[in-house]
DNA sequence: CGCTAAATGAAACTGGAGTCCCGTTATGGC
DNA sequence: GCCATAACGGGACTCCAGTTTCATTTAGCG
């Protein structure tokens, strides 16, 4: 009882706290990499750190609280972006980066962990939504840089078009399963440069003519 | 020891067996859109579905292997698909039902678990991909149709079409936690009926002209 | 340097998820 | 309707994930 002086780890983050941090996290990532978010045991992510388990409990807690820190601590990584010059160019160099990603053993997996985490705990939830921010406002230049040029319409909204490039893939590794193969990665980024174009993403639905219509009343069968 | 007659439940499938599976299929979809796919434990859906815990265990065992046939389950009820005349007000039909499945309270939070269940076990996911296989086929037509009349052109993918509907609303409940509203379910159906017309779902890469063209070598850095 | 307490770690402890045993129910076939 | 046995259910049991305790190490500060 009494109030818990805060989280352990603040007040005194630098020396021995860091190197545990970082061995744990580094530790959690293979290990779920491996087995999945279900099987994670905290005290063989210690072993595998070479740290006490009753610290790894500590600090962390539950699987979902580790792993938020974990997409914390990936979320500060940032990586460098790839100019090629059109929009179709830099789309499907992300769109590569992603697959390449999504289809490494083991960040794939890991990956698939992680969404699994963030689906059972709103705080994963939040880490994971800012993870994403984060990539998403790191390659949406490339979208107004293409306003600029004139290859997609004014008031094209750039996280649309960045999202609806990863979004097929995630699609397939998560959902459909269909195969997740470098084909799959060019074809986002070409429906995306599209769909762009064509102005599907142009923010605020223009007030006449190029967005909705059919108001067809639908089924109200529920389903995915 | 010796070989245990194969699963229960499948020498007398009637009576008391269906109603048992019945009952403990709806609880775990409860327990499982209420807790989330981490906190599920076999004992409290045998407690919701007023079935000894003994016969969930014996019959289903883990909570990946329940998962797994209520996924079964869910792909054997068939939905009526909506017709509209159009190639977008169909998406757009298609987009507004995966919509209001997703943020319905229950169904939203039961998709979620579903799918990070199909993250941990591969006889899940198996399950999961033909989940969504069906539910495409059922909408495919649509754009066989489309092309029919000519609004897309020949040899568009199917599949990928009505793939490319689905995917942004799942990105957004799964990773990017980005408003999940009815204007984006809109952009998503205007999006690949735009990226569809111009030719982005043609199976098989055009040898010339249509599709790849950016050779560029990208990073080495990775990231989804 | 040396002191204080933040943070770690080894080991004992505990509660509940999952297993086992065996008696009871009721399905499917005749 | 009757039997053999597939399937169910209550309850005891086990085992290990997660907690608690307390001694040891070391970061931070003067």
Chains 1, 2 share one sequence.
């Not at 045991?41 to 009753?54: F, H, I």
């Amino acid at each position: 009882m009494a109030v818990e002086s805060a989280e352990p780890g603040t007040t005194r983050p630098g020396g021995r706290t860091a190197r545990v941090r970082e061995a744990v996290l580094r530790a959690a990532g293979d290990a779920l990499a491996e087995q999945g978010f279900a099987h994670l045991d905290l005290a063989d992510v210690a072993r595998r750190a070479d740290v006490g388990k009753t610290t790894v409990y500590r600090r962390w807690g539950t699987v979902t609280g580790l792993v938020a820190d974990l997409l914390k601590d990936m979320a500060e990584q940032s990586l460098p972006r790839t100019e090629t010059g059109s929009l179709l160019g830099d789309l499907k160099a992300n769109a590569r980066l992603v697959h390449r990603t999504l289809t490494d053993p083991r960040q794939g997996e890991l990956f698939k962990a992680l969404i699994a985490a963030a689906t059972c705990d709103t705080r994963t939830a939040d880490a994971l939504h800012h993870f994403y921010r984060t990539r998403i406002e790191e390659w949406a230049p490339c979208v107004r840089q293409a306003v600029g040029r004139g290859e997609v319409p004014a008031g094209t909204d750039p996280h649309e078009v960045i999202r609806a490039v990863s979004a097929p893939l995630y699609y397939r590794l998560l959902a459909s399963g269909d195969p997740l193969d470098q084909a799959a990665a060019d074809r986002a980024a070409e429906a995306a440069a599209a769909a762009a174009r064509a102005g599907a993403y142009v923010r605020h639905a223009a007030p006449e003519g190029m967005t909705g219509q059919a108001r067809t009343e639908d089924s109200q069968q529920a389903d995915g």
